[in-house]
């Protein structure tokens, strides 16, 4: 018998064809079952982690403009688009049932976009119902403290300055502690907190923080109460004009007080009604500052009503420094004090909300300041830094705005 020796090569792959095929084939539906086991594993770790992570976030968008230079809320007669224009956004992971790390990045117009840490904490929630949360923490003595820069979940196109820019941080490293004692229809909360803080316009030191808060709420009535203190150690500081030569103008800051580790206190109540048509918010505070710096008495009163998509509202707010009379000039340095501090004013504000789109609204505000007295009401560019005379005896303030949640 004779082989043809160039056909065995093809005769021995003819023969090995079917097993090769197998072969293949076996491999083919193992990479096909392992591709869906990494695909069922990553749809599994995306469920979690979407199950564990909640994002959401919020935008504010203003144009402020004034009648004239005294500087309330930082307005001029100039359009501004920087000073209650903010983003923020916020992570929230749950590492257990009980235990949350909670994270909100905030960017604001009037900080040039700076990205910076708001909240930074981990809470965890105890089987007897405590709550406690360390890191940076909002300092909880408003009413709308939680939601401070949230604007969508205010009904004024910003809480009034007259109690709320009463407090230069709205901030603290430290930590907190909460419990809800739950009634038949209604809640009560009591919370404490301690820690530290940093002015960041001045940098003065507050260490020492501690207060505690206690709220009662049936969803319709809100009943609040808070008491804080602080030892506070700085300088605080006022930017003033110094002509350099004739026509020429520089700013520079100068030294009003030095603080060394000052006592301040701080004691606030307010009340909430919403029925769903009928709103009335009101606050009061009173915060002390040993020393020469001034104590002072704010608070404010805004009735709103809603009608469909639209809510207006109108606000009357005061605020007035108290010690006045044992804070008397008796040197330049005193006086100088005395026109830096020295505050009072009125503000009545009208405005409206305009609930446009879902989780998106549109804020019209006209706030009207005066009652200053003899002071420059509590803004420091309404005083003529030569001739020490006050400059404006009123102010009036536009204001559109758009708050949004995502």
């Given amino acids: 018998m004779k082989f043809n020796l160039k056909a065995l090569p093809v005769a021995i792959s003819i023969a090995m064809a079917p097993s090769i095929a197998l072969a293949d084939d076996a491999a083919d539906a193992k990479i096909a079952k392992l591709e869906q086991q990494v695909q069922a594993l990553q749809s599994q770790q995306n469920a979690s982690l979407k199950d564990k992570v909640k994002l959401n976030g919020f935008i504010s ?31 929230t ?11 909100q990045l905030m960017m604001r117009g009037e900080y040039d976009w ?30 709308y403290s939680d939601y401070l820069d949230v604007g969508y979940a205010q009904p004024f196109a910003r809480p009034p300055e ?25 809640t009560l909360t009591m919370q404490m907190f301690g820690g530290e803080s940093k002015v960041k316009s001045t940098g003065t030191e507050v260490s020492n923080l501690i207060g505690a808060n206690v709220s009662w709420t049936d969803e319709t009535w809100t009943l609040r109460a808070v008491y804080g203190q602080a030892q506070l150690d700085g300088s605080v500081k006022s930017e003033v004009d110094v002509e350099l030569a004739p026509g020429v103008i520089t700013q520079a800051d100068y030294t009003v007080l030095e603080l060394n580790d000052e006592k301040g206190t701080f004691t606030g109540v307010g009340a909430s009604y919403d029925n769903g048509e009928v709103i009335a918010i009101t606050e009061w505070t009173r915060i002390e500052v040993d020393a020469a710096y001034p104590d002072s008495d704010s608070g404010y009163l805004t009735l709103g009503y809603r009608i469909k998509e639209f809510t207006p509202y109108v606000t009357v707010a ?18 100088t004090q005395m026109l ?23 804020k019209f505000d006209v706030t009207y300041a005066d009652d200053f007295g003899d002071t420059s009401g509590g803004f420091l560019n309404n005083v003529d830094s030569n001739t ?15 708050d949004a949640v995502f």
């Fill in 61 to 91: 968008g203003a144009y402020i403009s004034s009648d004239n230079d005294a500087g309330y809320n930082s307005a001029d007669t100039s359009a501004n688009f920087s000073e209650d224009s903010k983003v923020g956004l916020q992570a």
């Fill in 93 to 103: 992971f749950d590492i257990s049932d009980r235990t949350q790390a909670v994270l």
């Fill in 114 to 143: 700076e990205v910076e840490a708001e909240w930074a904490y981990l809470a965890h929630r105890f089987e007897n119902g405590v709550k406690l949360r360390g890191g940076k923490l909002r300092v909880p003595l408003y009413m």
């Fill in 162 to 186: 007259e109690v709320y820019g009463a407090v230069p941080f709205s901030s603290y490293t430290g930590a907190g502690a909460s419990y809800d004692v739950d009634f038949d229809d209604s």
């Fill in 318 to 335: 005061y605020m007035k420094t108290q010690d006045n009379d044992e804070r008397l000039p008796i040197s330049v340095a005193a006086a």
């Fill in 340 to 362: 830096a501090f020295n505050a009072e004013r009125m503000a009545y504000s009208l405005g409206l909300r305009w609930d446009a789109i879902d989780n998106v609204a549109v």
């Fill in 388 to 402: 020490g005379q006050i400059i404006y005896d009123d102010t009036l303030i536009y204001t559109v705005k758009f």
